[in-house]
């Protein structure tokens, strides 16, 4: 079993997350909702309170308090940058989430692209990085090709992802990590082989981001989006766009804007509350160096004490017969998995599962959480999806241990 690093003090960082107190029926509550979003630590509450009692102004002004909210959010561009590792902050855009600025700048990658060109999109993929690029194909003129996966372990069938490319290739969307399964891609290999042949490519961060760490640079993509809302900050999407790609692209925006690909005023408070949620990743392994290389430091410890709660599901879940586990479910395999699991009962609704265990204080999720094309290829739609189990770092061994011996009491009635 994978053993958790010896500096990585689970109770400690605990005690900075005010919700993980909260109680229901006298028992702590037990959050596995991660991957729907992530609970909060005191400095990310503090800093949204703080913008609103010392800088709360609209950018550009000749006054203190607009030249205090400049600061900031100079700093929380920076601050993204090396939480991605991105070559500057300017390569870093804000928006409202992952699925509006994907939206929105779909638009201004798609006035590129002309009839008979074509975009690649993947069956393991969130809604959210695969209807954008659908409706600008629609707009555009342009085809479609989709990647299968390979159902027997939930991974992407890379020949399908060959038979896709060819020479009108344009973009190739992929996510870094399937929201419902847990399977993280090989993004690398992907974006090299959509380079091969002339494309774009833009990375769905969203579920990876809290769970190790990103580098845009070595990954080679062209964008990258995320959320800090799922690692452990405000409702605030973030968006990596390589300078040299980003330049010949026209921002859709109203005229005077000064702020490129914002829509509008930025959420100010929420980027606030983000950069102080890179703050709290960049203190999780206390390391030494500049901000990049200790937020390196705490997403591998991150990573490795994630692994240590993922094999000790995978053990006590094997043990419960009625129970299927979708996605890669061998040990030996967990670095190609995020601690995210999806699991079905034939004959029991995930609703009803999930709601059992809402009764019991264990918060999940059931559904398709808008990986829908995914859920329809695995033929779960018609009976409800599946119940999804999100551990995050917070998680503790002892959370994990009563949610299965929860499980194995609503089974047995």
Excluded: C
Aim: proline share 6%.
């Amino acid at each position: 079993m994978t053993t958790p690093p010896p500096s990585f003090d689970v109770t400690a960082l605990r005690s900075r997350f005010p919700a993980l107190s909260l109680e229901q029926g006298g028992r702590p509550l037990v959050f596995l909702d991660g991957p729907g979003g992530t609970q909060v630590p005191n400095e990310v509450i503090e800093a949204v309170a703080d913008y609103y009692r010392t800088m709360n102004a609209n950018d550009g002004g000749a006054f203190v308090t607009s030249r205090r909210s400049d600061a900031m959010v100079a700093e929380a561009h920076a601050a993204v940058a090396d939480l991605l590792g991105a070559a500057s902050p300017d390569e870093i855009v804000f928006g409202a989430n992952m699925t509006t600025l994907t939206f929105h700048v779909s638009r201004s990658i798609g006035a590129l692209f002309g009839p008979g060109d074509e975009v690649v999109v993947t069956t393991l993929d969130h809604e959210a990085n695969v209807s954008p690029w659908r409706q600008m194909a629609a707009d555009r003129g342009l085809e479609v090709r989709v990647v299968d996966i390979q159902e027997a372990d939930g991974t992407l069938d890379l020949d399908s992802l060959d038979a896709a490319l060819g020479p009108r290739t344009r973009l190739v969307a992929v996510g870094y990590a399937s929201n419902a399964l847990g399977t993280i891609n090989p993004v690398a290999e992907i974006v090299r082989r959509a380079h091969a042949v002339g494309a774009l490519t833009w990375v769905d961060a969203v579920h990876y981001a809290p769970h190790g760490p990103i580098d845009v640079q070595a990954l080679d993509t062209d964008f990258l989006v995320t959320s800090a809302y799922k690692w452990f900050g405000p409702h605030v999407g973030a968006l990596y766009m390589r300078a040299s790609v980003a330049a010949p692209m026209t921002p859709v925006k109203v005229r005077p804007s000064s702020h490129g690909y914002s829509t509008g005023t930025p959420n100010f408070e929420g980027i606030a509350g983000t950069l102080a949620a890179v703050r709290y990743l960049e203190s999780v392994a206390d390391a030494p160096g500049g901000r990049r290389e200790r937020l390196v430091a705490s997403m591998s410890a991150i990573a490795t004490y994630e692994r240590t709660l993922s094999a000790r599901f995978l053990d006590g879940i094997a043990t419960i017969p009625a129970v299927r586990t979708w996605g890669i479910t061998d040990p030996s395999r967990l670095t190609e998995r995020t601690p995210t699991f999806s699991i079905s009962v034939d004959g029991v609704a995930p609703r009803h599962i999930a709601e059992r265990l809402g009764d019991a204080g264990i918060l999940a999720w059931d559904g398709h959480f808008y990986a829908q094309g995914l859920i329809e290829r695995l033929g779960l739609a018609e009976q409800g999806g599946v119940v999804r189990l999100g551990f995050v770092h917070y998680t503790t061994p002892e959370e994990i241990d009563r949610t299965l011996d929860e499980l194995e009491t609503i089974l047995a009635r």
